[in-house]
Nanobody
């Protein structure tokens, strides 16, 4: 099994920045977590893909609404993935979830492991 724990959420004003972290533990050597990604779920909304990264090669994909503002990165030695969020907007308010799986995809069904989430609130 793999456990994912997010941290770094909080309250920030519009235009500000936050950096989220997601630490993986357990059977981290498994190919089942070749990919790590971030999803989010805003109030009254469905959970949506934000960004993903391959642990080998650090290839990345982003949702269109975060391109140029958010950056996903990873530290394989620490089994940790980060999400640097800049120029935050009130509509970025959501619970942000870390996920891990074998394939780089924006589809939730491709991810086998999920964290509990961390709240990000952006005030106007």
């Amino acid at each position: 099994q793999v456990q994912l724990v997010e941290s770094g959420g909080g309250l920030v004003q519009a235009g500000g920045s936050l950096k989220l972290s997601c630490a993986a533990s357990g059977r981290t050597a498994t190919t089942s977590i070749n990919i790590m990604a971030w999803f989010r779920q805003g109030p009254g909304k469905e959970r949506e893909f934000v960004a993903g990264i391959t642990r080998i090669g650090s290839n990345t994909i982003y949702a269109d609404f975060v391109k140029g503002r958010f950056t996903i990165s990873g530290d394989n030695a620490k089994n940790t993935v980060y999400l640097q969020m800049n120029s935050l907007k009130p509509e970025d308010t959501a619970v942000y979830y870390c996920a891990a799986g074998p394939n780089l995809s924006p589809r939730q069904s491709q991810y086998d492991y999920w964290g509990q989430g961390t709240q990000v609130t952006v005030s106007s």
